[in-house]
């Protein structure tokens, strides 16, 4: 599990999530990834993609397929 920190595509603010390797499709990188953003006020799901080594490359809050999991954010660890 590796924590990361990065910032919501709709409402730009500070998220946290966790994830790891069996959370995407290792076939192809960037592999994307469903994050919804756990919040009162945003509650949307934004796509982000993550290369081999987890590191995000970009997200976007464009509906696409192809990512196999849906992860929540969490609190501010
Ligand atoms: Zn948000």
Do not use: Q, W
């Amino acid at each position: 599990m590796v924590l990361k920190v990065s910032s919501c595509p709709h409402c730009n603010s500070k998220i946290f999530f966790r994830i790891e390797l069996s959370d995407i499709n290792t076939e192809r990188f960037p592999a994307p990834v469903y994050i919804v953003h756990k919040n009162e006020i945003c509650d949307k799901t934004s796509i982000f993609y993550v290369d081999s080594k987890l590191r995000i490359s970009y997200s976007t809050k464009e509906k696409k397929a192809g990512a196999i999991k849906i992860l929540n954010t969490i609190d501010k660890p």
